[in-house]
């Protein structure tokens, strides 16, 4: 018994000896007490913060910057994604769903773009060669004109541009010399099909979850507002489509009229000067002007009267466009004042070039409709 107690004391001994040495063990180190808090109003503090920030900045333009060419072609395919939007949403109302009508309006995309390919790139490159390597008679056919040689001798037009292309045709071609050489051409070929590609593949997501993408951008407006928000991004997505899809339609009728001007007035490579057309009539603003430049100066190599024969015509074309074409073809898209058009236009060539121009004038539409819709109510409430 006595042993027994004696055993029993020792345990509870050991136990608050082990409980103290582990209370012990748990304590905290003493790293001292801490200082005052960092004066914010110092000018180290804040010199600091904006070193900083200027250097978050800068790597982020960098980044930005070097990423400006993914940038550009994600813009292209949303835009395109919009134009198709359309078509997409006809098919829908006619009992189809989404991924059905997105699968039938890119088979036909696909197809079209192949036959478009196999049909014209053969005369084109053929025409366009033949174009270039004749550029230098057809320049000296100009000086057969007596007003043209005249004001040759006075300024030296054709002069300066015979000299112009011999020196970037040193090597016999002027698309090897362009293009850097052989090695130039390959990969400005490779580089091309790949942006082409990556184009079609980013239209074809776009337009598949483009639904999915206005509701997700939604989602983060307050929900008071996102019905109103909703039906704003979808009327601006609803008409910069139409008016993307209206500009491709009218500048492919304006290339078609300038395909069949050239076969009938005789012009050298018809179809280089209409694809050249296509290209310019996709431009606001001055797409006309460059283009009816470029008929008519192809024009007067042939003769006086051919190229006021291209000019008068086109001339004419493009009076019918402005007034009956383009009004009936673009009547469901947003109408951009000219002097909106004109300044949205040089803007957006000075950022993006051929790129901001082609879609300065849809994104003006937007704003516009956004001026209209939310900002001058509230003015106006005020």
């Known amino acids: 018994m006595i042993v027994t107690t004696a055993y029993n004391a020792f345990m509870a001994i050991s136990d608050r000896m082990k409980k103290v040495r582990v209370k012990k ?16 109003t110092h000018p180290f503090y804040f010199g600091f913060l904006a070193t900083i920030g200027g250097l978050v900045a800068i790597l982020l333009m960098r980044s930005l910057a070097a990423a400006s060419q993914t940038f550009v072609l994600i813009i292209i395919a949303l835009f395109l994604a919009m134009g198709l939007n359309p078509a997409v949403e006809i098919l829908r109302r006619r009992g189809l769903t989404r991924t059905k009508a997105v699968t039938a309006i890119f088979f036909f995309v696909i197809v079209f773009v192949g036959l478009f390919a196999a049909l014209l790139i053969p005369p084109v490159v053929s025409q366009g060669a033949d174009l270039i390597n004749h ?24 002069d300066t541009l015979q000299q112009k292309l011999k020196s970037i045709t040193s090597d016999g071609t002027l698309i090897i010399s362009a293009f850097g050489g052989v090695v130039g051409v390959g990969k400005t070929l490779l580089s091309g099909t790949f942006t082409i590609l990556t184009i079609l593949v980013l239209t074809l997501y776009f337009v598949t979850s483009l639904p999915k993408m206005i509701e997700l951008g939604i989602r983060l407006v307050p929900a008071t507002r996102r019905d109103r928000v909703g039906r704003l991004t ?35 490579s018809p179809f280089a000067i209409a694809m050249v057309i296509l290209v310019c009539g996709l431009i606001p603003l001055i797409g006309h002007f460059i283009g009816c430049s470029i008929v008519t100066i192809i024009a007067l190599t042939q003769s006086i009267s051919t190229g006021l024969i291209a000019f008068v015509a086109y001339v004419l074309y493009v009076q019918i466009e402005n007034y009956i074409i383009t009004p009936k073809i673009m009547r469901k898209s947003l109408s951009v004042p000219g002097a909106v058009t004109i300044i949205a236009a040089l803007l ?17 539409a937007a704003v ?15």
């Open 25 to 40: 063990e748990v304590l905290p180190p003493d790293y001292g007490v801490l200082g005052e808090p960092i004066n914010r």
């Open 135 to 158: 550029a230098p008679t057809l320049l000296d056919q100009l000086k057969n004109n007596s007003t043209i040689a005249s004001l040759n001798d006075h300024y030296g037009l054709v």
């Open 234 to 268: 979808n009327e601006i997505v609803a008409q910069v489509g139409a008016f993307v899809g209206s500009q491709i339609v009218v500048s492919m009728l304006a290339s078609i009229f300038v395909l069949a001007l050239s076969l009938i007035i005789g012009l050298p």
């Open 348 to 364: 957006g060539s000075s950022l993006l070039g051929l790129i901001g121009a082609l879609l300065a004038v849809p994104l003006a």
């Open 368 to 382: 516009i409709l956004i001026l209209e819709e939310v900002i001058y109510p509230r003015a106006d409430n005020n």
